[in-house]
């Protein structure tokens, strides 16, 4: 699949609709998960597929980029690199927060086109990158992870990976609503938020997402 058959398959399943905890943010959403899906899979003859996380703002991602937004001090001048980036909701509300630059990592490709189309849409730029960047250091001076410890090894991995750059002087910030795999007993909570989600992808219409360092 080309790179414009995939942005025309995106622009075609999805609609530009302003975030709900983060209306400075506008998107490409999806309005339901499961068709979404077997259309990607039917498009694309694949049987497996990860589920389409680039179509929809997960309560995490949204809390995380209400508290990017709001304290910029984080954010401000910085080189920011947002890690599972999914939508590209918090490296666009990083790239609003007035980072210098902001990359954004994704290892499904149809999501690094969705954050391309979602930064245009909110007339800022943001890099992204097609690849699995767990292990790296690239110097980040702040680095941005929302929704991702829903998978045991994953996790295990992510945390290792992001104390690493925080033990170096980056600064960490993880929105999470509570995954399984979520660390809190080495985790600082510093702030918390009732966020709006799709019913179709969660047990609650509202979630509580909470913004979490590293202890």
């Known amino acids: 699949m080309t790179i414009a058959d995939r942005r025309a398959f995106i622009l075609a399943q ?11 943010v506008r998107l490409h959403l999806a309005d339901e998960a499961t068709a979404l899906w077997e259309r990607t899979e ?26 990017v937004l709001d304290h910029r001090d984080a954010i401000a001048g910085r080189r920011v690199l947002d890690v599972a980036s999914g ?27 969705a954050i391309l189309l979602n930064a245009e849409a909110n007339g800022v730029a943001v890099r992204p990158r097609l690849e699995d960047l767990i292990g790296r250091d690239e110097g980040w001076d702040t680095v941005l992870a929302g929704d991702i410890f829903y998978d045991r ?3 295990a991995a992510m945390e290792d990976w992001l104390r690493g750059l925080q033990e170096r002087g980056a600064t960490v910030l993880i929105g999470d609503p509570g995954r399984s795999y979520l660390p809190t007993e080495r985790l600082e909570e510093v702030a918390a938020y009732s966020v709006p989600v799709t019913r179709a992808l969660e047990d609650a219409e509202i979630k509580r997402a909470k913004v979490w360092r590293l202890r």
């Open 14 to 24: 999805t609609r530009l609709l302003p975030v709900p905890h983060v209306p400075e």
């Open 42 to 67: 039917e498009e694309l003859g694949e049987i497996g597929l990860p589920p389409p996380f680039w179509a929809f703002a997960w309560a995490g991602g949204q809390g995380l980029a209400r508290y």
């Open 87 to 113: 939508s590209g909701l918090v490296a666009i509300a990083a790239m609003l927060a007035g980072a210098r630059a902001v990359e954004a990592a994704d290892i499904d490709a149809f999501a690094t086109e």
């Open 153 to 155: 090894d994953i996790a």
